[in-house]
């Protein structure tokens, strides 16, 4: 009997639609998280929420993932019960979570209550609600990002793993760039302030759909996997996750370094993102309703560039340096954005593409460089761990900016559309964003310099030959 000698992940055709299946998936998640962004304005005008209660909203994303712990054990999950479960787990999350923020944010029956949130803080109740979808939401969105990544690596390791990661994120940013350049015309258009949270909740379903149709391409691979293994007498060494495997990879420092270059780099990048279009009309004088569109070229460029660093990656190496170089561009742009006479809108679209570029290069090679330092049976954990750590900062970060924004930077107020509203100095809350990119390239250093003691191989190409 003739032997088998190919996987369904030999083929390219299978390879590469599974990975375009996923990424639409993730796409609509994406879309969901930022689609409030460019509509701090109009929640102002149209619900009454000020800078304090849009950050208190925001940074609801990571509430569960951090004090509940969630992602991580999301990544427990995802290591001990497999991607086909915790993807469509996942994708249920972010749909439910979506259908009571949409709720919220529609409903007249929470006008005008307050509630005590843990007896003691007092909050409005539209607010809470709002901010109680997207922590479901952000659970289901960040368990769906790392089963993702863990499907990429299970189709693509040996092959073309940061090219197919870099257009799976590119994919997934073109959700952001759709959020930020359609929602204020959606939410003009359709009338009110939660139109553009339908569309995203109609388009969250067609993800669930479409993560339903991978799980059989999944079990075709695992099928096609088991059967190469029988033919070949190949044993499968990889050891079943353990819980203790955890301990392993937090007594990796370069893990650590990963980690926390993540951290800070998005941190620097995700909350930004969420204030750009307000720096954009108070900093560079741009109107309200094109506000979004600035911020919007940053995840347009990151589409085109990401994989195509990750095919650099990919061919010649170099993660680490990439990574270097990446967190260097991030510093330059927000040292840029803080120096207050630089306010013409020209000079704002130069620093966002020049953002896109930073942006582009640190996730083309920080994600795949991470199955170069834990093993694929703990990988699950490994990534979750890494965005745990990374939803402090964009939990913190947001919620740290929006209320810096209220405290020390409100510089008068303005009517729009019949509503008073604040005007504000960004210089503080660049020059904090400033700052987290300085530290991102301490640990961009400091990982590389770990790399070259560890031979990780950050700096090796994935293809092997
Ligand atoms: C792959 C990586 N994903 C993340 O960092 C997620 N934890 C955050 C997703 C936030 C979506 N706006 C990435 O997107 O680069």
């Known amino acids: 009997m003739e032997k088998i000698r190919q996987t369904l992940r030999d083929h390219a055709w299978a390879r590469w639609t599974a990975l375009g299946i996923v990424a639409f998936t993730m796409l609509t998640g994406y879309y969901l998280t930022d689609v409030m962004a460019p509509l701090k304005g109009l929640l102002e005008q149209q619900l009454s929420w000020d800078s304090s209660e849009y950050g208190f909203f925001t940074s609801a994303y990571g509430w569960f993932n951090v004090f509940l712990f969630m992602l991580i054990i999301g990544g427990i999950i995802l290591d001990k019960m497999g991607v086909r479960f915790t993807g469509l787990s996942a994708a249920v999350i972010m749909v439910l979570g979506t259908a009571i923020k949409y709720w919220a944010v529609s409903t007249h029956s929470l006008d005008g209550q307050t509630w005590n949130i843990l007896w003691l803080f007092p909050m409005k109740a539209q607010v809470f609600m709002a901010a109680l979808g997207y922590a479901i939401f952000g659970v289901g969105v960040e368990v769906a990002g790392i089963t993702v990544s863990k499907i990429i690596v299970k189709w693509f390791k040996g092959k073309e793993l940061a090219l197919a990661m870099g257009l799976e994120m590119a994919t997934a940013r073109m959700g952001t760039a759709l959020a930020l350049a359609t ?86 990048v995700f909350p930004f993102l969420k204030y750009a279009a307000d720096l954009m009309v108070n900093k560079f004088g741009v109107q309200e309703s094109l506000a979004g569109t600035i911020p919007a070229m940053l995840p347009f460029g990151t589409i085109l560039l990401t994989p ?47 953002l896109g570029i930073g942006f582009s290069l640190v996730p083309s090679a920080m994600w795949p460089s991470v199955p170069k330092i834990i093993p694929e049976n703990q990988l699950g954990t490994a990534y979750s761990l890494i965005f745990w750590v990374q939803n402090w900062g964009l939990m913190g970060v947001p919620a740290l900016i929006g209320w810096v924004l209220d405290k020390y930077c409100v510089t008068g107020q303005k009517v729009v559309e019949g509503v008073t509203v604040n005007t504000y100095n960004y210089t503080l809350p660049m020059l904090i964003f400033t700052s987290l990119g300085v530290l991102a390239l301490i640990f961009a250093f400091l990982l590389k310099a770990e790399d070259k003691k560890k031979g990780y191989g950050l700096e090796l190409p994935n293809i092997e030959k």
């Not at 293994?229 to 990796?252: A, L, R």
């Not at 195509?308 to 954005?337: C, E, P, Q, W």
Request: charged residues 15%; contains cysteine.
């Open 183 to 268: 929602s204020v015309p959606l939410a003009k258009s359709l009338g009110h302030v939660s139109k553009p949270i339908l569309v995203c909740l109609i388009l969250l379903v067609i993800g669930l759909i479409a993560f339903f149709i991978y799980t059989f391409m999944d079990k075709k691979l695992d099928a096609s996997q088991a059967e190469f293994d029988k033919q070949n007498n190949v044993v499968n060494e990889e050891e079943e996750f353990k819980v203790s495997d955890i301990f392993k990879i937090v007594t990796n420092k370069g893990w650590w370094y990963i980690a926390i270059l993540c951290v800070l780099f998005y941190s620097a």
């Open 308 to 354: 195509l660093f990750g095919n650099i990656y990919d061919r010649k190496g170099k993660g680490a340096t990439i990574m270097l170089i990446g967190s260097l561009l991030l510093i330059f742009v927000h040292g840029m954005f803080s120096i207050p006479f630089l306010n013409h809108w020209i000079i704002a679209i130069i620093l966002i593409v020049i």
